[in-house]
């Protein structure tokens, strides 16, 4: 197949670890007869620097035309001053919306080799395989605010549409899994869960019947998230209860640099990065552990050119590799470790 795909390097290890994930993409595509074309253009800090804009109008227009978007990371002490007026995450919340990308998937199988690294307990997290879909453009995050001498308010809301669509995706998604979803609310308290609730559970009852539907109050997930992760498959939730627990998931898999997301939308391009930040501290050192980019671009062959076994490949080269004691700084604890040029190199050694 044809595909154009967006690179978008950003700051800090950002450049290295896509390097890293594309190379692991020209190698698949030359494998199995696929073309794929790379354009790369600036986001974050970079474009700051270049531009005076974290989102330049061509690197929009490029993902617009685009059939996927792989983004490494933004930001870092360069930027990081307060008073600035522009700011490279800008950049990132700029570009996910004008995509409508509503809906951010982190799939958490963490990795033997990391189990160590983890503060949960090995025999608890042996078998974990479960995805967080957090609804990413809603919420009291994007609510008004208002502000007085002794008093400020963030609103929260959601409207019918905008949890119908990010419950379906969590449906289709979990149709390729377990058939089981968990949908995390706190309907006890909110109005906005009540109407979350009552939307998840029309819509599991009358256009996905085969699907088990739980619900769950955030407080528990929060809870049963490191006292039973094995149970979880799709867990789907509104955007400041995903902030929370998807960070609270990543520290399962032990290192942030093998945990990969997706942002998607309605249509078919997303937008693909590792959860790990620009880490300004091993920045240009050739050590940034690009597994987590690396996983991304797996994510990015399923979810947007729908190549399975291409991705499988991948997931299967990285578990592989892992296995195999390729491991960089951040997960060798202190014994030798290698680079991102050869753990990049070890993951095509390892393609089955
Ligand atoms: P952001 O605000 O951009 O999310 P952050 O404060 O969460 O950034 P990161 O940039 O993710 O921080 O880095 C946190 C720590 O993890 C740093 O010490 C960094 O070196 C390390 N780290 C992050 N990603 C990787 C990676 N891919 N390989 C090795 N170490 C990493
Ligand atoms: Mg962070």
Redesign the pocket.
């Given at each position: 197949m044809r595909a154009d795909i967006l690179v978008l390097p950003g700051d800090?290890?950002g450049p290295e670890?896509t390097a890293a994930a594309v190379t692991v993409l020209r190698t698949i595509a030359e494998r199995r007869g696929h073309e794929f074309t790379f354009t790369e253009r600036l986001i974050g800090g970079a474009a700051i620097d270049a531009t005076g804009e974290p989102l330049p109008a061509d690197t929009l227009a490029a993902a617009k035309k685009a059939d996927a978007v792989l983004l490494g990371?933004v930001?870092g002490p360069k930027w990081s001053d307060p008073q600035a007026k522009v700011r490279p995450e800008q950049g990132l919340l700029a570009i996910r919306k004008a995509l409508g990308l509503f809906a951010n998937l982190r799939p958490v199988q963490p990795h033997p080799v990391a189990f160590s690294a983890s503060p949960i307990k090995p025999h608890l997290l042996q078998g974990v395989d479960l995805i967080v879909v957090r609804e990413l453009t809603g919420g009291i995050y994007f609510g008004e605010k208002t502000r007085t001498a002794d008093s400020a308010s963030d609103l929260c809301t959601y409207s019918v549409g905008e949890i119908e669509r990010v419950i379906r995706h969590a449906c289709h998604l979990a149709m390729t899994r377990s058939r089981r979803v968990t949908s995390v609310d706190k309907a006890n308290v909110l109005e906005t869960s009540r109407l979350w609730r009552e939307v998840a559970s029309r819509i599991v009852r009358d256009e996905f019947p085969e699907i088990e539907l739980e619900n769950q109050l955030v407080d528990s997930m929060a809870m049963h998230l490191l006292a039973r992760p094995r149970e979880y498959d799709v867990i789907v939730t509104e955007n400041m209860f995903g902030d929370i627990l998807t960070d609270e998931a990543s520290m399962l898999a032990g290192s942030?640099?093998l945990l990969p997301s997706a942002s998607l939308g309605e249509g078919r391009v997303g937008l693909y990065e590792?959860i790990?930040?620009?880490?300004?501290?091993?920045a240009g050192k050739g050590?940034?552990?690009?597994y987590?980019a690396i996983l991304s671009v797996a994510l990015l062959l399923r979810h947007s050119l729908g190549l399975d076994d291409e991705a499988n490949c991948i997931e299967q080269a990285v578990a592989s590799a892992l296995a195999a004691g390729n491991l960089?700084?951040?997960l060798a604890g202190g014994t030798s470790a290698i680079g991102t040029q050869a753990a990049t190199r070890a993951v095509i050694d390892h393609f089955p």
């Amino acid at each position: 197949m044809r595909a154009d795909i967006l690179v978008l390097p950003g700051d800090g290890i950002g450049p290295e670890v896509t390097a890293a994930a594309v190379t692991v993409l020209r190698t698949i595509a030359e494998r199995r007869g696929h073309e794929f074309t790379f354009t790369e253009r600036l986001i974050g800090g970079a474009a700051i620097d270049a531009t005076g804009e974290p989102l330049p109008a061509d690197t929009l227009a490029a993902a617009k035309k685009a059939d996927a978007v792989l983004l490494g990371a933004v930001g870092g002490p360069k930027w990081s001053d307060p008073q600035a007026k522009v700011r490279p995450e800008q950049g990132l919340l700029a570009i996910r919306k004008a995509l409508g990308l509503f809906a951010n998937l982190r799939p958490v199988q963490p990795h033997p080799v990391a189990f160590s690294a983890s503060p949960i307990k090995p025999h608890l997290l042996q078998g974990v395989d479960l995805i967080v879909v957090r609804e990413l453009t809603g919420g009291i995050y994007f609510g008004e605010k208002t502000r007085t001498a002794d008093s400020a308010s963030d609103l929260c809301t959601y409207s019918v549409g905008e949890i119908e669509r990010v419950i379906r995706h969590a449906c289709h998604l979990a149709m390729t899994r377990s058939r089981r979803v968990t949908s995390v609310d706190k309907a006890n308290v909110l109005e906005t869960s009540r109407l979350w609730r009552e939307v998840a559970s029309r819509i599991v009852r009358d256009e996905f019947p085969e699907i088990e539907l739980e619900n769950q109050l955030v407080d528990s997930m929060a809870m049963h998230l490191l006292a039973r992760p094995r149970e979880y498959d799709v867990i789907v939730t509104e955007n400041m209860f995903g902030d929370i627990l998807t960070d609270e998931a990543s520290m399962l898999a032990g290192s942030l640099g093998l945990l990969p997301s997706a942002s998607l939308g309605e249509g078919r391009v997303g937008l693909y990065e590792p959860i790990h930040g620009s880490a300004p501290d091993i920045a240009g050192k050739g050590i940034a552990n690009p597994y987590a980019a690396i996983l991304s671009v797996a994510l990015l062959l399923r979810h947007s050119l729908g190549l399975d076994d291409e991705a499988n490949c991948i997931e299967q080269a990285v578990a592989s590799a892992l296995a195999a004691g390729n491991l960089t700084a951040d997960l060798a604890g202190g014994t030798s470790a290698i680079g991102t040029q050869a753990a990049t190199r070890a993951v095509i050694d390892h393609f089955p």
